[in-house]
Nanobody, 123 residues
Framework: QVQLVESGGGLVQAGGSLRLSCAAS????????MAWFRQAPGTEREFVAA????????LYADSVKGRFTISRDAARSTVYLHMNSLRPEDTAVYYC????????????????WGPGTQVTVSS
């Protein structure tokens, strides 16, 4: 079981940038996959980006590829999502998620979730 808490959300103009953070604690294994999902009102939660804890493998949704970067600071047990060139359609609650070992893109494959942080992009 991993406890996750997101931070760094806020309101930003289109074309701007934000960095989200996900602080993790209480993990049972040192080898986890970490991911970011997002959910806009009235929509299903969708995959955004993921990495394994070593940071060797990363995966991005097509909608954010080239604009967002996922990374981690192992010493601080923190995962980041650097978001550049933000668009109004990026507006959503962003969630951090964790599962053992392997990167997956379906929300049902992740066991632990943070409460989310709101990102709003104005046009």
């Amino acid at each position: 079981q991993v406890q996750l808490v997101e931070s760094g959300g806020g309101l930003v103009q289109a074309g701007g940038s934000l960095r989200l953070s996900c602080a993790a604690s209480g993990r049972a294994t040192s080898d986890y996959a970490m991911a970011w999902f997002r959910q806009a009102p009235g929509t299903e939660r969708e995959f955004v980006a993921a990495l394994n804890w070593r940071g060797i493998t990363t995966l991005y949704a097509d909608s954010v590829k080239g604009r967002f970067t996922i990374s981690r600071d192992a010493a601080r047990s923190t995962v980041y999502l650097h978001m550049n060139s933000l668009r109004p359609e990026d507006t959503a609650v962003y969630y951090c998620a964790a599962r053992p070992y392997y990167i997956m893109t379906m929300k049902s494959q992740y066991e632990d979730w943070g409460p989310g942080t709101q990102v709003t992009v104005s046009s």
